[in-house]
């Protein structure tokens, strides 16, 4: 017995030693197999694979097996064989091969050259890409899943700083081993394939994010990728009633209003990612003879994110485009610039889109910075997409770009707000919300969940008569609103099984309307705001039939996101 635990703690010791001898040389490999410098890191991958072996013999066996079955010393001794079992199998099956390659693995491999990405370059790094992608994403379940509470403060730290080391790299591999095998048929290694971006204006708020601008039909064609249409939804004719009807239902119409269905500016009036796919993929399939079977949307926050991996764009104008300014030059100053030209701020808006994707496809982008940001903006539901194509629309699940619609949870139910401009304007550039959201048990026994939205127009009111009636709505569009003042429509998509028990507001509710949506019942209520002023609609749902649990706030993406909290009130 006495011979066993020496044995163990001599092995232990040998474990720890070799660990840390392993650490800085798997820091610095992984370093320069990232800025694709594998070449350079031979010799520290044969230490490190050498280390590595060493640790995982050394905490193999069955007298170290026997250990972990003491309850006092255990837990720390299988946290020492799973992580010295995980990094040796990291480094067999994930740095060794990848530093063979040499410099052929790196992140420049996924990255465009002059408009074409090497797809031969691709196919000979798949074998690499999946085995490393199996070994950390093992090697982050086993390791995450070990309980750290009881451990002694050096086991701890130790699974803590592999921990994140894994953790900071798996992400992307993971993430190329799902998309490496397919990439080259997406690139178009079997046939030319049509994607069509779709650039949203938030400063016109729609449910999905803002009303559909530029457009850009995108074909991949044996690894090149390029644009081969652009337009803008103001380009497209008015569909007929048929078309609506034959996409979208009666009731969704009533919800949104006659654009709906018709208009392509107006795809974006529902939050279903796939309606509004729909809608544009047929449109651009009856107007101009292409039904591009996958369609993205873009929004202008999205499109920040990206501009911090492409750094700074060019405009015709000479306008340096950055994530810092894009959302008040694209969404604010180009009406100003160009406050009576339509056809002008069109122009402008396609060109900043077209250069962003120049940069991308043109190999000026960071692509870890990049796959940050497309990860964050699906996150946010910023970038959103739907194809008609299975490989593809898995793709889009895995990376969560398909959207999301109120569900219930264990613990919750989830109700949807939406905003949807209701002016023909972009004042809601100058729109600021906070949601508040409570839940009561009235007197009469009912219960009822409370949301009041709040509306408030930022515009300084000295700044009215300087504004382009593009940015005001040119008088109301009609309906004679007063200059200055943005007006729009608050959608509640309430719990299925619940119903809307009313709308009320501080401002005229003739407007707003209690229909459904499938299954949710949603209430449309109306804000009218003018400058520096704070409005408010409120809706009640009766969620009596219900099992009663908490309510969470599903909110639509937004130039400014709206503060959600907790409201206490009385029924």
């Known amino acids: 017995m006495v011979g066993g635990a020496v044995w163990v703690g001599m092995n232990a010791f040998t474990v720890k030693n070799e660990l840390e001898a392993a650490r800085p040389l798997l820091t610095s490999v992984k370093a320069k197999v990232l800025a694709g410098e594998a070449s350079t890191a031979q010799d520290e991958a044969a230490e490190l694979a050498e280390h590595a072996t060493k640790a995982r013999d050394a905490s193999a066996g069955p007298v170290w097996w026997l250990a972990e079955q003491i309850p006092e010393v255990g837990p720390n001794l299988v946290a020492v064989r799973t992580i010295a079992d995980n990094v040796s199998d990291i480094v067999d099956n994930a740095v060794v091969p990848a530093v ?55 086991v701890k730290s130790a699974v803590e700083e592999i921990n994140s080391l894994v953790g900071e790299v798996e992400p992307a591999i993971a993430t190329a081993k799902a998309l490496a095998p397919v990439l080259p048929g997406l690139l178009g290694a079997d046939g030319p394939r049509n994607y069509l971006l779709v650039f949203e204006n938030s400063a016109e708020v729609r449910p999905l994010g803002g009303i559909a601008g530029a457009q850009i039909l995108v074909t991949a064609d044996q ?56 809608l544009t993929r047929s449109m651009w399939g009856s107007q ?105 629309q898995s793709l889009i699940i895995d990376a969560g770009l398909q959207g999301q619609m109120p569900t219930e949870t264990p613990n919750a139910h989830q109700i949807g707000i939406y905003f949807s401009d209701y002016l023909g304007s972009k004042m809601d550039y100058y729109l600021r919300s906070t949601i508040h959201v409570g839940q009561q048990t009235c007197a009469a026994g009912n219960r009822i969940v409370r949301v009041q939205i709040d509306a408030t ?14 940015i005001t709505g040119a008088g109301g569009n009609g309906f004679r609103v007063p200059f200055g003042d943005l007006r729009v429509f608050t959608y509640v998509y309430a719990p299925e099984g619940s119903s809307i028990s009313s709308i009320t507001g501080t401002t005229d509710q003739t407007a707003a309307f209690t229909g459904q949506d499938d299954t949710y ?19 009640d749902i ?14 639509g993406p937004m130039l400014a996101q709206p503060d959600v909290v907790g409201l206490d009130f009385s029924c």
């Open 100 to 154: 063979a390659l040499g410099d052929k693995l790196s992140p420049s491999v996924f990255r465009p050259v002059n408009g074409a990405v090497d797809l031969a370059a691709i196919e000979s790094v798949l074998p690499v890409v999946d085995s490393a992608g199996t070994a950390l994403t093992g090697a982050s379940r086993e390791i995450s899943a070990l309980d750290t509470a009881g451990l002694i403060g050096p």
């Open 223 to 278: 690894g090149r990728v390029s644009i081969t249409q652009q337009t803008t939804g103001r380009d497209f004719k008015f569909e007929s009633e048929e078309f609506a009807n034959s996409h979208v239902s009666a009731e969704s119409r009533a919800l949104y209003l006659p654009p709906f269905g018709v208009q392509s500016q107006n795809n974006t009036l529902t939050p279903r990612v796939e309606v509004a796919a729909d």
């Open 288 to 392: 101009l003879g292409v039904s591009p079977d996958t369609v993205i949307f873009v929004d202008p926050i999205a499109l920040s994110y990206i501009l911090d991996a492409t750094g700074p764009i060019s405009l015709p104008d000479g306008t340096e485009l950055t994530s810092a300014n894009s959302n008040d030059v694209l969404l604010n100053q180009v009406y100003q610039t160009y406050s009576e030209d339509a056809d002008a701020q069109d122009a402008y808006f396609e060109a900043a889109a077209s250069e962003t994707f120049g940069a991308i496809m043109n190999g000026k982008v960071d692509l870890p910075t990049f796959i940050s940001a497309v990860q964050k903006s699906g996150t946010e539901r910023r970038i959103l997409a739907s194809s008609t194509d299975e490989t593809v």
């Open 457 to 470: 127009n930022v515009l300084d009111p000295a700044a009215v008569d300087g504004l382009s009636t593009f």
């Open 521 to 539: 019942p949603v209430a449309r209520g109306v804000i009218q705001t003018s400058p520096g002023g704070t409005e408010s609609a409120t809706i």
């Open 542 to 555: 009766d969620v009596s039939q219900l099992a009663q649990k908490d309510i969470e706030a599903l909110v």
